[in-house]
């Protein structure tokens, strides 16, 4: 049987009420898994977590672009999509909460990590078809490594996506793009998992309701599995040049090595704003109806803004970076200074492309 040391909770109850919400959530997670250990329950997980190959306090923060996070109080790389079913049923029988990732290039971990199970979905398997040029994916397979396989037949339809890191399931929920194309463009099916459910399914392109940076999977909670890509026909050496021009244009705003996690908010959608505010907004400015969230920025004076270990790049508006030690919390207190400076002069309200995790 377990038995909880007394360490193990963050200070002694009767400073309770001095603790941050999120200590007293942990507190009470920790309080459940000294229940279950009463009820002997413990001897059956532990037995299961190790046949699952699942780890203990693994620390987040290098898994991420941006370098920050607490730990993962229990921590599982699914190889395969039915590791990841097992893992589910793994947390629900044992009353622990699960959250998922891939790439770690658009999150910010929590600092107080996390006291549940994080699953991180590391399958990468790809299906080419030449007949009918089309690759499907499994939703660990690294973009990068789609787009080159892409590129290598010949075929267009994600080359301008070249450099942007992460997995093909990390681009498929938050519709990726860049420089005019975008992944919803040549999805033609994604087979996921619906976590709650506990069953597979199938989505066409149309059933994703993608939008600008936005896919039903960012409201269900379905597990991206693979996706079905359709190519076009193009030229190799036109296809590989493009891509390439486009590495040496991301890499001078994005420094490789650099803790970041791309662009922090998302651009503003012309359609979404007010007479009133669009009145205040430079229209050179707009590029495919919508307002670059870096400008908006640049107006209320956010390069080189700083809190704690966070910063403002100073030569772009929209690019929050660490210095290494940089916290969740700057960066939410720096989020939160410049969302109402921009609400302030421009009446617009900023939404965070990251995701809080
Ligand atoms: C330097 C840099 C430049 C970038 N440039 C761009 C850009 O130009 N355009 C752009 O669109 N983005 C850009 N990004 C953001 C990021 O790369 C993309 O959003 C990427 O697609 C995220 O993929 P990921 O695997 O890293 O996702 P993660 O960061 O691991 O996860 C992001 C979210 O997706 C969810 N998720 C991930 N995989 C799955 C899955 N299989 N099923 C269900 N949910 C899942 C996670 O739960 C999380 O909520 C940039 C990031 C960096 C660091």
Known sequence: MYITKRSEFNVPHSQGRFLSRAQKTNNR??????????????????????????????????????GIGGVARYFFEAKKSEELKEAVQWAVKNDISYKIFAGGSNVVFADEGFLGLVIRLIFKKMKVSDSERVIEAEAGVWLADLIKKAISKGWAGLETLSGIPGTVGGAVFGNAGAYGQSVSGIVKSVNFFDVEGGEAGILSNEECGFKYRHSIFKDKNFSILSVILQFQAGDKKDLKAKSEEIVKTREKKYKPGLRCPGSFFKNVLVKDVSKKSLALVDKAKIIDGKIPAGWLLEQVGAKGLR??????????????????TGTARDVKALARILKKKVFDKFGIQLEEEVRYF
């Open 29 to 66: 997670k920790r309080f459940r898994l000294f229940v279950l250990s009463i009820l002997g329950g413990w001897d059956t997980m532990r037995r299961n977590m190790n046949d699952l190959r699942i780890q203990e306090n693994v620390s987040l923060a290098p898994m991420s672009t941006f």
């Open 307 to 324: 809190e704690g270990g966070i910063y403002i790049a100073d030569f772009h508006g929209n690019l929050f970076v660490n210095d290494g």
